[in-house]
Nanobody
């Protein structure tokens, strides 16, 4: 069984910062891509940032130069540093990872339960 557990969401004023963390645990042989997605009320879930196991990062245009993704492969953890937050960043943020539980397994998609980020004065 694989679990992704997010932490670090909350309420912040416009211009403020938050740092999200996501820990992957359970039966894990290998992790490929890890990343963050978000879903605002009434909207589809969109990619925010992703990072390969080798450290290559990709960002949505709306968060470039404000958000930074990083990961600690030894800890199976991915982070999202969010600076200069705007009200339009308000959403539930979901952690995602492509994980092979066993050496003979193919990579599968796993999701966290989501953490609420609210940007408001």
């Amino acid at each position: 069984q694989v679990q992704l557990v997010e932490s670090g969401g909350g309420l912040v004023q416009p211009g403020g910062s938050l740092r999200l963390s996501c820990d992957a645990s359970g039966i894990i042989f290998s992790i490929n891509d890890m990343g963050w997605y978000r879903q605002a009320p009434g909207k589809q879930r969109d990619v925010v940032a992703t990072m390969t196991s080798g450290g290559t990062a990709n960002y949505a245009d709306s968060v470039k130069d404000r958000f930074t993704i990083s990961r600690d492969n030894a800890k199976n953890t991915v982070y999202l540093q969010m600076n200069s937050l705007k009200p339009e960043d308000t959403a539930v943020y979901y952690c995602h990872a492509r994980i092979a539980p066993y050496a003979w397994s193919s990579y599968r998609n796993f999701w966290g339960q989501g953490t609420q980020v609210t940007v408001s004065s």
